[in-house]
């Protein structure tokens, strides 16, 4: 008999749980140090919401700065160490490498949460992916989790992966992590939420 899997919420880091940094040249890039992390409003809530819900936590982050060079991986695994320390994180799950290595972790592909599923024994068909970007959907679509879309002004603009493949979508739209939090626990859901 087989044991069944644990449930999992998948998190974007930038846009998610903290926000993104204002960039020299306009847009906007993530934090580098920790002196930059600043959490979104609600994330520490959501985060022991979900947590006392039996969900995993679970970062899966693309940094493409490391490949580029902008930023060193001892700063960013600082920053990451930091944020998994303030929400009490199962795990963080990040690819360095900039698009086209063809690394099968950097989202859209679903390389980093097919790891974290093979690690923490992950059930696929009761978790989720929170993100604000389309390839972090499709990531999620990938593995066959839900998915919830925290909508921000270009989230389904195209990226350096290209533009979003037609007919993705994510199955909730939410204004924060927060307000997703009573939907992940939903019975409908497969989980269930003590608040």
């Known amino acids: 008999m087989t044991t069944p899997g644990r ?3 998948f998190l974007d880091r930038d846009g998610v749980l903290n926000r993104p940094i204002a960039g020299d040249r306009g847009g906007e890039r993530p934090p580098w140090r920790v002196s930059e992390l600043e ?32 930023v060193g991986r001892s ?16 795990a963080v799950y990040m690819c360095p490498h900039p698009q086209g290595v063809g690394c099968p972790w950097r989202k859209p592909a679903p390389g980093m949460l097919q790891q974290a599923a093979a690690d923490l024994r992950i059930d696929f068909a009761v978790s989720w992916l ?15 989790v839900k998915t919830v879309l925290v909508r921000r002004v270009g989230s389904w603009d195209a990226t ?14 939410v204004a924060g992590l927060l ?13 269930s939420l003590r608040a």
């Open 160 to 173: 350096s992966a290209g533009p979003p493949p037609p007919g993705l979508f994510a199955d909730v739209g």
């Open 75 to 90: 700063e960013v695994t600082g920053l990451n160490d930091r944020l998994a320390e303030l929400l009490s994180l199962d």
């Open 39 to 70: 959490l979104l409003p609600g994330v520490e809530t959501a985060c022991s919401l979900l947590r006392a819900s039996g969900a995993l936590l679970v970062v899966v982050t693309n940094q493409p700065d490391i490949g580029h060079g902008r």
């Open 130 to 144: 929170v993100g604000d970007r389309w390839v972090d959907i499709a990531a999620g679509r990938a593995v066959g």
């Open 179 to 191: 307000e997703a939090v009573p939907i992940i626990g939903s019975p409908r859901s497969g989980c």
């Open 7 to 9: 449930k999992a919420v």
